[in-house]
């Protein structure tokens, strides 16, 4: 089976960066598109980014020129650099792939970490 573990969360003043990485272990070929996604008190979860295996990126728009999402196919790790933090980015922050390749002819799909919460203090 495979696992994704988020680390990197934290309290952090506005302004300020912070690095989320996801790590996904276990069994398996290979890892699908990866994306972030952030869900904040009474709100309905936000897709912030994705990037898939080749490595083309994609951003919501309320994250777009402040976040990088990147990706290290040998550590089977994902990235999301957040810089020029703002109020309204604290959130749990949930990392996602959409399929992973278990073996030739097994798939799972849709696999989600536990999360890591981004505090944004003013």
């Known amino acids: 089976q495979v696992q994704l573990v988020e680390s990197g969360g934290g309290l952090v003043q506005a302004g300020g960066s912070l690095r989320l990485s996801c790590a996904a272990s276990?069994?398996?070929?290979?890892?699908?598109?990866m994306k972030w996604y952030r869900q904040a008190p009474g709100k309905q979860r936000e897709l912030v980014a994705t990037?898939?295996?080749?490595?083309?990126?994609d951003y919501g728009i309320s994250v777009k020129d402040r976040f990088t999402i990147s990706r290290d196919n040998a550590k089977n790790t994902a990235y999301l650099q957040m810089n020029s933090l703002k109020l309204e980015d604290t959130a749990v922050y949930y990392c996602?792939?959409?399929?992973?390749?278990?073996?030739?002819?097994?798939?799972?799909?849709?696999?989600w970490g536990q999360g890591t919460q981004v505090t944004v203090s003013a």
């Open positions: 276990g069994s398996f070929f290979s890892i699908n598109r």
């Open positions: 996602n792939t959409d399929r992973v390749r278990l073996s030739n002819l097994d798939w799972k799909y849709d696999v």
């Open positions: 990037i898939t295996s080749s490595g083309v990126t």
